[in-house]
């Protein structure tokens, strides 16, 4: 089956209906939870649970770099849609996805700087840890690297790209969602994010693909 048979010739927009509003309200729910009573808790046992193994290592690694594969996709997508006029459903592609790469983008770093987290272990230049020196706290409208942990800028590449191409390609569900849930595993077993990084990161990058889609279809 090719990219084209996949995509359908025309999708609606994706309806902010009393229960969207409610699953939005119990992921919210879900991830101040887990701010408050699960990260830290989950973050020294991730740790004390890392695994030895080189492959195990490697697998969790390529699962954390997810969003680049659908980065690659998009740019994959793009390129068909502009070099083959021919191409009516792959087009139909190419807005949504430059929208939703351009306010992920903005949002990701936007996002950080506002709520300043400390990461759940120290990476570079002894940046302030959970693990490493006790500290877990938000530092608002930080502009340095050490404080940007929440949201997840890979959960929310992920979400954003895996739900928009789950909209124009249903047909591939299980492997968006496959995607979604690898990002969440590979980021959790590295210890790089907190789970609550990882919803919030979540959260924001499913919105941002049902506002750029309802939007685009209010335009037609």
């Not at 390529?62 to 792959?90: D, H, M």
């Not at 969440?184 to 990161?201: E, K, P, R, T």
Request: net charge positive; glycine share 4%; with cysteine.
């Amino acid at each position: 089956m090719t990219l084209q048979q996949l995509i359908p010739p025309t999708t609606s927009s994706i309806a902010f209906s009393h229960r969207v509003y409610s699953y939005y309200s119990i992921a919210i729910i879900f991830m101040l939870v887990s701010v408050l009573f699960i990260d830290r808790a989950l973050a020294e046992y991730l740790h004390q649970l890392k695994p030895h193994s080189p492959i195990l290592n490697t697998c969790y690694l390529l699962l954390s770099k997810i969003p680049l594969a659908l980065e690659v996709l998009a740019g994959v997508i793009i390129l068909s849609g502009l070099f083959n006029q021919y191409r009516v459903n792959v087009k139909q592609l190419i807005k949504p996805i430059i929208y939703v790469v351009i306010a992920a983008s903005v949002i990701r770093v936007s996002a950080k700087v506002i709520f300043g987290r400390t990461w759940p272990e120290t990476w570079t230049n002894n940046n302030p840890s959970w693990i490493e020196h006790g500290v877990e706290a938000f530092y608002p409208f930080s502009m340095s690297v050490s404080y940007h942990s929440f949201p997840s800028g890979h959960a929310l590449f992920t979400f954003a790209l895996a739900s928009l191409f789950w909209h124009f390609m249903p047909k591939l569900y299980w492997l968006w969602i496959s995607l979604m849930v690898g990002v969440i595993i590979g980021q959790l077993a590295q210890n790089y994010h907190y789970l609550g990084d990882l919803l919030a990161g979540a959260i924001l990058g499913i919105l941002i693909t049902q506002l750029v889609v309802n939007l685009i279809d209010k335009r037609k």
